[in-house]
Structures are given as C-alpha cells and as structure tokens.
C-alpha cells in the first residue's frame, strides 16, 4: 500500500503544479488542511473520502475521465475498492479470479470465462 500512497500523492502534487497552485492556494480553494494535504502528497497519509476527492478534482480541472481515474487512484491508495465495482455482483464474483491472476496463480477455466463475459458486457 506504501507504493499505492505514494504513486497517488505524485500524482496529486503533478495535477496541483499543472494547475500552477501552490499548497496553500489549493487548499484555500478546497476548504482542506495544508499540513494533510502535503503529508497526502509525499505520501504519508492516505487521501479523503470520495466526496472530497470530487471536489479535488473539480477544483484541479479534471474532466470527467480523469475525474474517474484520480479516485480511482485514490481507492487503490487507500486499500478500497471503487464502489461501482464494489455493487456489481458480476464484477465482485470475479474479483477472486482476477486477484490470482494478478498473483500469477492460475485461475481455473470457469473463472477465466466469467472474466471475459464481464469484460465484453462492459
């Protein structure tokens, strides 16, 4: 998860550069604690709830895409999974699956065609 915190916060502190915010300007912009904000970036500490994330986002003028991507980045670096997946009982039954795959352990035959259903019906 180390990794994960710290990818999250590299990105974080691009997007915020990229917008040309200094810290303080940002976070005056999003109503969040500098000293937070700054551990977030070096990775110390995880990033807020969803809620927040989108008003990161927006304040970052991220589109809708990219919108989607930062949180999810965001719950991957906080050891979550992003609730639309989470919801989708399809998604949730191959999770197992893709996890092993991920591990490089051999998902048995089944499991490997409810993957490439789910991916085609997506």
Do not use: H
């Not at 005056?28 to 927040?52: F, M, Q, V």
Request: positive net charge; aromatic residues 6%.
């Amino acid at each position: 998860m180390k990794k994960s915190l710290q990818k999250f916060g590299e990105t974080l502190k691009e997007l915020r550069l990229k917008k040309r915010l200094s810290l303080r300007e940002v976070c005056k912009a999003t109503g969040y604690d500098p000293s937070n904000w700054s551990k977030i970036e070096r990775g110390l500490i995880p990033p807020p709830d969803g809620k927040t994330m989108v008003k990161w986002s927006k304040v970052l003028g991220l589109n809708q895409e990219k919108q989607r991507e930062f949180i999810d980045e965001a719950k991957v670096a906080q050891g979550a999974i992003p609730e639309d997946i989470l919801y989708d009982k399809g998604a949730i039954e191959c999770l197992p699956a893709f996890f092993r795959t991920l591990r490089n352990e051999k998902p048995t035959k089944e499991e490997i065609d409810n993957l490439i259903k789910l991916i085609k019906s997506s």
